[in-house]
């Protein structure tokens, strides 16, 4: 597969290559992001080896079963040849705790398209894979993909870097208290409202708009293609499975002909094979699966920063408003002249006058105000130019990485194809040399 | 064709006899004269030198073609007309070549008086006269070119049949540019009638002694309509669910387009998969196609053989039962014995013709079962390795076009 900063002539031999199994291209995915290095990758490897059933009493005191994952950390050395690897380090962590430490990335970095994590209850199904969270499959999906986000943030230039993060690979108890106590909550909760809330922008960023629609788009098309591939799926499965009934037919069959009987006989096996390997075949599908899945979920990641970058901006032009607001009330009570309607105003009006001193202290009020407003929108600028600029950053990165691995992903269906396809050619000229013999 | 010396003895015995006194008696009820040419008793012994290559063995000397459908509209009704075309060098035959016009009718015709003149011999079925499932209307296109060549293999097989071959009805069928005159001539369904109503009473009085061999093929015939029907409805089932997938299989392509228009560096390798699956949508459409036009109607072929078979003997059943009926009577009764045992002298000669008749056929017939079914399956295998092989070369282009992407695109960001 293609490496990032490989320049030899190998990779022309390697895409060649069209024995590589998808998983061994979802490996080159990880090579790549490992390749890229982060100081964190160049110190660690990390994996998240097993997945055990564990039961307990949960927060209302009631038994429940829930799977825990290990994660596994070895120092990046290579190992001499010969020499034994060191023991890992290593932790257990469940579902919940890896959520936990995502909310806190969101919180933490809002400029930062936050890897996703796998999905929570299967979705995208076709009949013959269980939707079931504890099914020993979803299990072994679901600790990839595990795998997956963790290397993902390892490999991320300003993610990695965090503190927490390191400690949620190394800290298995007191990890939850610490990421409490970093109060990440409460901004999480006042971000969360508003980014709930309704609000309308006066000048979108351009940029981030387009970005939006394209993720929008992106996630529509995605969720079409999973579906249409389940449906497929379920369709090319009944295909498979029907053939084996012509095995069980011919050797029926084969028992009562003389000289068809042993072709037919071992023609029915061929499609007893042909039937059987529909079972691989959709497996090896499911890779490519997950991986749109991942980018569908990627698409959530932008919007949020969209949405982010949307509420930083609606702040500034509050604050812009509200500053221009207070001048003019100070033009208008300099210049005697009532353009903007303000209860002292009126009840000054409506009153009586006010007096020189009443009119000189609400005037200082306010060119203190205006002050302040103007700092306050000195702060959100510069606020909102850092996170365009550290946004940007990071959806030029998002998008080189988009672009490549989703390539490989396709590169990898292929292959997939290419496999299905021999294993046909296979099964189909052993069928036709049996039925020669008839 | 013949598959043994046995098969040959059973042959020669049968023209012999036919060609006696016995006519009268004979089950050849249509007074064509037994060509027992030399050039025909050539054509035998030939056959038996030549007995390893079972097809090309036979040297043809008739050729016999089913085309070109033609619609008939008349005030009553609208039907279908076939051309046949025969060209041969028989001397039964007045001229080399005929050509005429003849209608599924006709067919029926002439099959039901070849079965009604050799009731003990395998007369190939004709395509049924609707088909319930699938089909909208008679005159549909495909419906026609199936049905057409169905009818093109029944001819061919008949003319193939050492002994149906030289049937007059056949030669009237293939000559005689108004069918219509000549179809109301011979026995018709009062005879037929009269068969029925003696199985009818023969076999509510069973029979005494089938002979071993009869009941194996009996038996086998009883399995072999089982597991052919199995394997036609199979196989029906594999259309179904390949036309369900195919259905599902056409999504892709538009979705992955869709994308496409989104996108900029993925825009072109998404296109790309997007033309592969429509190319591999194509071949799964031609895929089955072929098991249509040629895995189905073999199969369904053999279906109705089976039935035909199992028909055949019944009849030979019958035949023997007339004659224990009549032997018993004559056992039985003393008066009139003489006139009785010519009589009896009769059915079992009737007995011994309807046996061998039957036997040479079966075999006959076995061998172009085991023929045409392995072709069929042949057939399938192949065109499935074709189906994947062209399949992988899309693929493989598809990386192809990836790897050459990806190298230009370095050299761009080298430059």
């Known amino acids: 597969m293609i490496m990032a900063d490989s320049g030899s002539s190998e990779e022309v031999a390697v895409i060649g290559n069209t024995d590589l199994t998808s998983t061994e291209s979802e490996n080159n995915i990880i090579n790549t992001m490992v390749e890229k290095g982060t100081a964190l990758l160049r110190k660690l490897e990390i994996n998240v080896a097993e997945a055990e059933k564990r039961t307990g009493k949960n927060t209302v005191n009631m038994q429940e079963t829930y799977t825990v994952y290990l994660i596994e950390i070895r120092p990046a050395e290579t190992v001499p040849e010969g020499g034994t690897p060191a023991a890992p380090d290593t932790l257990w962590r469940r579902y919940s705790e890896f959520e936990l430490l995502r909310t806190y990335l969101l919180v933490t970095y809002p400029y930062v398209i936050v890897p996703p994590l796998p999905e929570k209850r299967a979705e995208f199904v076709w009949h013959k894979l269980s939707a079931d969270n504890l099914d020993p499959d979803f299990v072994e999906r679901r600790r990839v993909g595990l795998e997956n986000f963790l290397l993902r943030v390892a490999s991320h230039p300003v993610l990695s870097n965090d503190k927490l993060f390191y400690l949620f690979l190394t800290e298995e108890k007191g990890w939850r208290e610490a990421v409490l106590e970093t109060g990440f909550q409460d901004k999480a909760d006042s971000r969360l409202k508003s980014l709930s809330a309704m609000f309308r922008v006066k000048n979108p960023d351009k940029r981030f708009t387009a970005l939006k629609h394209y993720s929008d788009e992106l996630n529509t098309v995605i969720s079409q293609l999973l579906r249409v591939r389940a449906r497929v799926a379920d369709r090319l499965y009944g295909v498979y499975k029907v053939h084996g009934n012509y095995g069980r037919v011919f050797s029926e069959w084969s028992a009562i002909e003389k000289e068809m009987g042993d072709g037919l006989q071992s023609a029915g096996h061929h499609m007893d094979t042909y039937a059987a390997s529909i079972d691989d075949i959709l497996e090896e599908e499911e890779h490519y699966a997950d991986e749109l899945k991942e980018y569908l979920f990627y698409t959530d990641a932008v919007r949020s920063v969209c949405r982010k970058h949307e509420l930083i901006q609606y702040e500034l032009e509050m604050a812009a408003q509200d500053l221009a607001h207070k001048k003019q009330q100070k033009e208008e009570l300099a210049t005697g002249t009532v353009r903007i309607f303000s209860l002292k105003g009126m009840t000054s009006k409506l009153f009586g006058q006010e007096s020189q001193e009443q009119r000189e202290s609400r005037l200082a009020a306010l060119e203190q105000s205006i002050r302040e407003g103007e700092e306050t929108v000195k702060e959100k600028n510069a606020e909102c130019q850092e996170f365009v600029r550290t946004a940007w950053e990071d959806i030029e990165r998002f998008k080189e990485q988009k672009d490549k691995d989703l390539r490989e992903a396709l590169i990898g269906y292929a292959i997939m194809q290419i496999s299905m396809c021999k294993k046909g050619i296979q099964v189909w000229s052993n069928a036709k040399e049996c039925f020669n013999k008839m | ?415």
């Open chain 2, 1 to 415: 064709m013949f598959s043994g010396p046995g098969d040959v003895f059973s042959f020669v015995l049968l023209r012999a006899l036919t060609t006696s006194s016995m006519l009268k008696n004979s089950s050849l009820a249509d007074g064509s004269p037994m060509p027992n040419s030399p050039g025909s008793m050539v054509n035998q012994y030939r056959l038996e030198e030549d007995e390893e290559d079972q097809l090309g063995a036979y040297t043809k000397d008739i050729f016999v073609t089913v085309d070109n459908p033609e619609s008939n509209v008349t005030a009553i009704e609208t039907f279908i007309m076939y051309r046949v075309v025969t060209k041969t060098t028989r001397s039964e035959f007045d001229s080399s070549e005929y050509e005429v016009r003849r209608r599924y009718q006709d067919f029926l015709w002439l099959r039901s008086r070849l079965e009604e003149n050799h009731p003990t011999l395998i007369v190939h079925p004709l395509p049924e006269k609707f088909v319930m499932k699938g089909m909208v209307e008679r005159f549909n296109d495909d419906f026609i070119e199936t049905r057409r060549k169905a009818l093109h293999r029944f001819l061919n097989k008949i003319s193939e049949h050492p002994v149906l071959s030289y049937s007059q009805h056949f030669k009237v069928f293939l000559t005689a540019q108004d069918l219509v005159s000549q179809r109301k001539q011979g026995p018709g369904f009062l005879s037929r009638m009269g068969e029925t109503v003696r199985a009818v009473a023969n076999s509510v009085r069973g029979l005494k002694s089938r002979p071993e061999e009869f009941t194996v093929m009996q038996d086998y015939m009883e399995n072999f309509s089982n597991k052919i029907c199995s394997v036609d409805k199979v196989t029906q089932r594999i259309i179904k669910e390949q036309r369900e997938y195919l259905d599902e299989l056409k999504q892709y392509s538009p979705t992955y387009t869709q994308w496409a228009e989104s996108e900029e560096e993925l825009s072109q390798p998404l296109k790309a998969i997007a033309s592969c699956v429509e190319r591999c949508s194509k071949e799964t459409e031609e895929q089955i196609h072929h098991l249509t036009e040629v895995l189905v109607p073999t199969l369904h072929e053999y279906v109705l053989c089976a039935e035909t078979v199992k028909a055949v003997m019944r009849r030979r059943d019958n035949v023997q039962a007339e004659f224990e009926a009549k032997n018993e009577a004559l056992v039985s009764r003393k008066v009139d014995q003489e006139a009785l045992q010519e009589e009896v002298d009769g059915l079992a000669d009737r007995v011994e013709l309807a046996n061998n008749a039957l036997r040479g056929d079966w075999s006959r017939w076995q061998n172009g079962m085991r023929t045409d079914l392995r072709s069929a399956f042949i057939s399938t295998a192949e065109k499935n390795v074709e189906h994947y092989e062209k399949c992988l070369a899309v693929w493989e282009s598809f990386l192809l076009s990836q790897r050459e992407e990806f190298s230009q695109q370095r050299g761009e960001d080298a430059s």
